[in-house]
């Protein structure tokens, strides 16, 4: 480091998978003050680092009866780095008759509504003398501002059965950023979520230079 007061000029030298030298300089005579780079080495990260644009589910997992642990590492963060903030949003992935109720007079192909949520829906996809015993989800409700989960009672759209009460299961709809964070290199950081009682979700992060302090 090498500092020399009446000339204005302040150097900074150090090394991350090499060395480069960065220098402040007085522009003009109002005392301002600029940034100049003395190599062109990139390492990969901007002034005051990246933060998380976009989260994208892979996989929705299964079982979710509340909102998951999230955790973000990786991605080589920089020194004093903010952490980021989700919201999590679900989807119905799965109904079962078992532990529920069969019903009775029911088809295959008979659509069935949940009724705590009719935009949940359903379709019979086996019967056993008119009684559930396979069932397909037809539209999810995503986004659920919360999971679905237990024994729901729903009704017949077509058809005449009745009766029917279904297991649900949910997994993640979307995560939203709530809060990108920042101090992020270009390595993009990793996220897990955990906690379903079933299959924890995947899901990936993308980084963005657009940030506050980057501007």
Known sequence: KTVDINAKTITLTFSLNGSTGLTLLDGTAS?????????????????????????????PGSGYLGAPTIAVSGGNPLLNNVAPSFKVTYKVISATATGGSAGSNYNIGDQLVLNSNPLVTFTVAGTNNGAINAVNVSSNGGPLASPLFGVRSVTAATGTGTGARLSLS???????????GDGYNTVTPTIVLTGSAGVDATATLTLTQLTADNE
Do not use: K
């Open 31 to 59: 005392n301002d003050v600029f940034l100049t780079s003395t190599t062109a080495n990139n390492f990969g990260f901007t002034v005051g680092g990246e933060s998380i644009q976009s989260c994208t589910v892979i996989t």
């Open 170 to 180: 949910s997994g993640i709809f979307g995560i939203d950023v709530e809060n990108s």
